[in-house]
C-alpha cells in the first residue's frame, strides 16, 4: 500500500472537505446535492411569449365581456394570441431538440406532473386560440375571400370559445411559476405559495404593454380604449410589485442570488426599475403617445428579464449546498418539496 503522505503528523486526503487543510468548502465536498436545470435561451423566450399570448386572451375575453366594439382592439389581441402560441411549442421543441418529445408528453396526463398538464394545457390553448383568430381573419377577409373556409371559420362561436379558453390561457400565464416551484431548489420552492400568482400578474401586464404598443405605434384604436389600457396597466403593474415584494418576503435569504453581481443590476435596475417603477411613473402622468410607447417597451423587457433572473437565479441556488442543506432542514416552510 502506498504510504499516506502527512501534514503536522496527521494523515492527509485529497477529498474529505473535514481533513483536508486544501479545501475550503465544508459542505457535500463542494458538490451541489440537486441538478439545476440546464435550460437555453429558447426557454427563456417561451416563458415570456407565452405569457404575452396569455395576457392578450384575457384582454379578448374582458373585452367581449364588455362589449367593446372596437376592431383594431380585438384584431391585436386575437392575432396576438395565435402568433405566441404559434412561437411557444417551436421553441420548447427546439429546446427539447427533438419534435416526439413534445408529443411524448400528449400521450397520457399526469395531472401532478406540471411538464405534462403545461403541454396539455399550451396544445388545447393554442387550439382554441387558433379558432377563434381563425374567425377574426375570415371576418377581416385575410382568407382569400368568400369561400367555403371563411363561411366555415364565420359559424365559430368565438366569444363562447374565448371564454371556454380562458382557464387554459390563465394556466399558461402562470405556467412558468407552477414548473419552478414542483422542483427542490431553495429560490423557487420557498415561494411555493406565490410564484403562480406573480408569474400571471407579469403575463397579464405583458400582454396589455404589447396590446397598447401595437395600438399606439400603428395610430389604432379608440381613445376609450387607450385609456381603459393605461388604467389596467397601472392597475396590474402595482399588484405585480406588491406580488414580487412579498415574493422576497417570503423567500428570505434564499433570494440572494437575485441580488448578485451578475444578475442584481438585471434584476433591480431591469425588472423593478425599469419594468415596474419607470412605466409607473410614466403612466402617472399627462398621456401622451411617446410616453404610452415608452411605458410599454420597459414594462416588455422588464417582464422577460425577470424571467431571466428567476431561472438563472435558481440555477446559482441549486449550485449552492449551504442554500439547499439550510433550505432542506428547514423544509422550506412549504407542505412538501418535489425534487428534479
Given at each position: 500500500m502506498a504510504e499516506e503522505t502527512k501534514r503536522n503528523g496527521k494523515p492527509e486526503t485529497s477529498h474529505h472537505p473535514e481533513t483536508d487543510p486544501e479545501r475550503g468548502d465544508k459542505n457535500y465536498y463542494g458538490i451541489p446535492p440537486i441538478k439545476r436545470a440546464h435550460w437555453t435561451w429558447q426557454i427563456y423566450v417561451y416563458f415570456w411569449v407565452g405569457g404575452i399570448g396569455a395576457g392578450s386572451h384575457l384582454l379578448t375575453v374582458i373585452g367581449h365581456l364588455l362589449g367593446w366594439r372596437d376592431e383594431a382592439f380585438f384584431r391585436t389581441t386575437k392575432y396576438t394570441t395565435l402568433a405566441t402560441m404559434t412561437i411557444s411549442p417551436v421553441l420548447l421543441i427546439w429546446d427539447l431538440g427533438r419534435p416526439e418529445r413534445f408529443l411524448n408528453m400528449l400521450r397520457i396526463v399526469k395531472l401532478r406532473s406540471p411538464m405534462s398538464t403545461g403541454s396539455w394545457a399550451l396544445s388545447l390553448f393554442g387550439s382554441m386560440s387558433g379558432l377563434v383568430a381563425t374567425k377574426r381573419a375570415a371576418e377581416d377577409g385575410l382568407l382569400l375571400g368568400d369561400n367555403f373556409l371563411s363561411r366555415l371559420a364565420k359559424l365559430v362561436p368565438d366569444r363562447l370559445v374565448s371564454v371556454l379558453a380562458l382557464p387554459l390561457g390563465l394556466y399558461v400565464g402562470a405556467y412558468t411559476g407552477i414548473l419552478l416551484i414542483a422542483t427542490s431548489v431553495p429560490m423557487w420552492a420557498r415561494n411555493w405559495l406565490l410564484m403562480g400568482p406573480t408569474f400571471l400578474s407579469s403575463a397579464v401586464s405583458s400582454g396589455l404593454s404589447w396590446t397598447s404598443l401595437v395600438l399606439h405605434l400603428g395610430n389604432w384604436g379608440e381613445g376609450k380604449t387607450l385609456g381603459a389600457l393605461k388604467k389596467a396597466e397601472k392597475i396590474v403593474l402595482a399588484v405585480e410589485a406588491v406580488l414580487i415584494a412579498a415574493s422576497l418576503v417570503r423567500m428570505g435569504k434564499w433570494s440572494k442570488p437575485l441580488f448578485s453581481k451578475k444578475l442584481g443590476p438585471l434584476f433591480v435596475g431591469g425588472t423593478l426599475v425599469g419594468g415596474i417603477a419607470a412605466p409607473l411613473v410614466l403612466l402617472s402622468g399627462?398621456?401622451?403617445?411617446?410616453?404610452?410607447?415608452?411605458?410599454?417597451?420597459?414594462?416588455?423587457?422588464?417582464?422577460?428579464?425577470f424571467r431571466y433572473v428567476m431561472v438563472v437565479g435558481g440555477r446559482e441556488s441549486a449550485d449552492d449546498p449551504e442554500s439547499y442543506f439550510t433550505f432542506a432542514k428547514k423544509d422550506g416552510g412549504r407542505p412538501e418539496a418535489g425534487s428534479k
Open positions: 399627462k398621456e401622451t403617445r411617446n410616453k404610452s410607447i415608452l411605458a410599454s417597451v420597459l414594462v416588455l423587457v422588464g417582464g422577460f428579464l
